[in-house]
């Protein structure tokens, strides 16, 4: 049963996060320069902190993650890529640390180097990526050939009796070394982040005339910078700006950029302004009824492709019996997701619904693509609007909303996907706790940096009820 939060509890939670938020020092600048044969990237703060720098592969990028800062509004826009980078991407993160990104055009090798550190002038990081050289090709050394020469025939000897022969010592042969795990690899998970509204639709307003188009896109746009902060994911924008998009043609920009996941962002409103909370739907059974019926009659169309297989070349029956089978996945992943979100929420405001609704939305409506669309509160609500209008509170929506996410593809990587490799590792590593008399799940999760949902699932547990001297695998953070 999903634990649920007293409105005291959560107002404490905010306000503490909101003073250890202030006090973490700030990134004042982030400059991106050609050097030679290498590219610096200067990370300007107010103060010193703990850094770690690392490289990853398929694709090639550089990660550093600054563990207690968070980006300044002055850091922005970030710089353009040079050199052997071609795009630096940065995020502030659920866990209070600041992730850059370094995408590179090819592999390379980092170093980083810490200069300054007085209070007046602050600290700077700089962090040198260099392409790695192609290896050289290897000597070739002329061999001569080998001259045949004739065996003249063995003299005829009288037989000797042989002697006696020690049997020959052979030595076992040294053992190898165990193969290098080969660095991860796998394509990238795509999230389509849908903008509700836009355009001559400017959604539902606040008292105070804060527009639901305008929030959506803000949510939108910190959703997707931290989703591309995460090493295996990238995050698209369905709606990037103040535009205009028929609902299912939302729909079917996502399944153009092969999306494996949809979600679309709101703010909703009613008369009673008392009324406040988020909420989180998933398509209804009705919604779903309609849609196979439009794609089936439409299906002549020969353009209609359900998880790449086209419906137009299968009779009726069988194309019937494809799409069924798409949409019942594809609802059943969504359900999934939506409560890991819904749950994550919890930890930030209200809910309104404790549990994931369904309705026929249409832009929920893909046969392939798990969608979720999300009610992030009441702009209705002179309080929501207010937190709404915030960039603060922006984020940690854009923040819980990732999380869910993230946990909810750390237990179902797609095939092939980096994640889907990192998971895999990540499960092999997995250590033993023994429970301690009182220890809960939740005290155990935060301890390790793991979420309650990932202990769940990787023990097997139904529930959060545990017993002391129980031993639990603890894989290690997703994080990384």
Request: glycine share 6%.
């Amino acid at each position: 049963m999903r634990r649920l939060w007293a409105p005291w509890v959560l107002v404490l939670w905010a306000a503490t996060l909101t003073v250890a938020f202030a006090a973490q020092p700030r990134v004042e600048r982030l400059d991106l320069r050609q050097q030679q044969d290498a590219t610096e990237l200067t990370i300007a703060l107010e103060s010193a902190v703990e850094f770690r720098l690392f490289t990853l592969s398929s694709p090639d990028r550089v990660v550093v993650d600054l563990l207690s800062a968070r980006l300044g509004p002055s850091a922005l826009p970030l710089p353009a890529g040079v050199g052997v980078v071609r795009q630096l991407r940065a995020a502030n993160r659920p866990d209070g640390s600041v992730r850059l990104v370094l995408d590179t055009a090819a592999g390379v090798t980092a170093r980083a180097q810490v200069a300054g550190g007085g209070s007046a002038t602050g600290v700077q990081i700089r962090v040198v990526a260099a392409a790695v050289p192609a290896p050289a090709a290897a000597a070739v050394v002329p061999v001569a050939p080998a001259v045949a020469t004739a065996v003249p025939e063995p003299a005829v000897a009288t037989p000797v009796p042989p002697s006696p022969v020690k049997p020959a010592v052979v030595a076992p042969p040294a053992s190898a070394p165990p193969p290098a795990d080969p660095a991860p690899s796998g394509r990238d998970i795509v999230v389509a982040v849908d903008a509700g509204h836009g355009g001559k639709d400017p959604g539902a307003h606040g008292p105070r005339g804060v527009l639901e188009k305008d929030v959506t896109l803000r949510i939108a746009r910190a959703l997707v910078d931290v989703i591309d902060a995460e090493p295996g994911m990238r995050g698209v924008l369905v709606r990037g700006r103040d535009e205009f998009i028929p609902l299912r043609e939302r729909m079917e920009r996502a399944r153009r950029a092969q999306a494996d996941l949809f979600v679309s962002v709101h703010a909703d409103a009613v008369r009673n302004r008392s009324v406040r909370g988020g909420s989180v739907y998933v398509l209804n059974e009705k919604g779903a009824t309609d849609e196979a019926a439009r794609r089936l009659a439409a299906r002549e169309n020969a353009a209609d492709l359900i998880g790449g297989v086209s419906l137009g070349t299968r009779d009726h029956t069988l194309a019937s019996v494809l799409l069924d089978l798409s949409q019942n996945a594809a609802l059943g992943s969504s359900i999934e997701v939506a409560d890991d979100i819904l749950e994550e929420m919890a930890r930030v405001g209200t809910v309104r619904k404790t549990r994931v609704m369904q309705a026929p939305f249409m832009v929920l409506k893909s046969p392939d693509v798990p969608s979720v669309l999300i009610e992030t509160a009441y702009i209705s609500n002179p309080e929501e609007e207010r937190r709404l209008n915030t960039d603060q509170y922006r984020q940690r929506l854009a923040a819980a909303i990732f999380t869910g996410v993230r946990d909810y593809f750390y237990r179902n990587p797609p095939r092939g996907t980096l994640v889907a490799d990192l998971s895999r590792r990540r499960l092999a590593e997995a250590v033993e706790h023994v429970i301690g008399s009182g220890e809960s799940l939740s005290a155990i999760a935060e301890r390790y940096n793991v979420s309650v949902v990932r202990l769940r699932e990787v023990n097997r547990l139904a529930g959060d009820d545990i017993r002391a001297g129980q031993v639990l695998r603890i894989p290690v953070a997703s994080r990384t």
